[in-house]
């Protein structure tokens, strides 16, 4: 997985499937990513990612506690059209770690 | 089919689900949606069925001649003591495995009907529904 550091802000470029087997190697590299380099932002970009079940909702839930109990804060960024059904049924659009205009964009 | 409940599996069962429904020319979203509630049922199977060893998932698919899509996934593993409990949001006897709690209400929100049958100690049967939009509405 591709990650970018700038500053003190670390983007993760998630790819692929996101199911439950995939789930254990990104939530491993994001996680030891986090402890090694204590981002103050993490950025999920999700664009190269062509298939997400609700283990993907776990995985972002997950690092959102992960990165308050750092002090820092999760964005999610670049959501494929095809993933925002799941997006909204999380819940996740009331914790503000959707990227912004996504929930205003084409979505009813 | 049948297969074993490795976690590897979820994606070849969902990805089998969606090559089998392409003959009834569902649209992306309908594929989407049909992948999506199998690989929530399949993970189910896998983390909760059977406790850690390798038991059997069934899956059987066919469709109506009005395109609905009926998928069953079944195990015979420990069975679910209360179904309520289990379909609601957000409830997860795993939470420390990142798992949302969320199965359930994906399968319910993708798909038209979900029907779920346990036998605690026995197994469980989840059955899904899903009416594909008719493709040319005017032939």
Redesign the interface.
Known sequence: MKSKMNGSELTLYVTG?I???N??RI?ETADGLIQQKHPTLLNLNFSGVS?????G???I??RYRTMKLYGGRLKVTEIPK?LR??ME??GLSGLDVLERGFDENECN | MVFDSL??N??FA?SAVAAFVMQLDPT??EI?DI??AV??AV?NC??HAYHGITGKIRLNVRFTSDHIVIIRISDKGCGIEDIHKAMEPLYTTSPE????G??F??MQ??CDSVNVRSVPGRGTTVTLKKKLSPRYPNA
Do not use: P
Not at chain 1, 51 to 55: A, E, G, I, N
Not at chain 2, 97 to 100: G, H, I, K, L, N
């Open positions: 499937e199911d439950h087997h789930a254990r939530r298939f997400m079940d609700s283990s909702i776990g995985l839930m997950g095809g059904r799941m049924l999380s | 976690s590897s979820e994606a969902r992306i979203g989407g992948k999506t690989s929530e993970t896998v983390v495995e990142d798992r949302a969320l199965g209400a994906v929100s993708f």
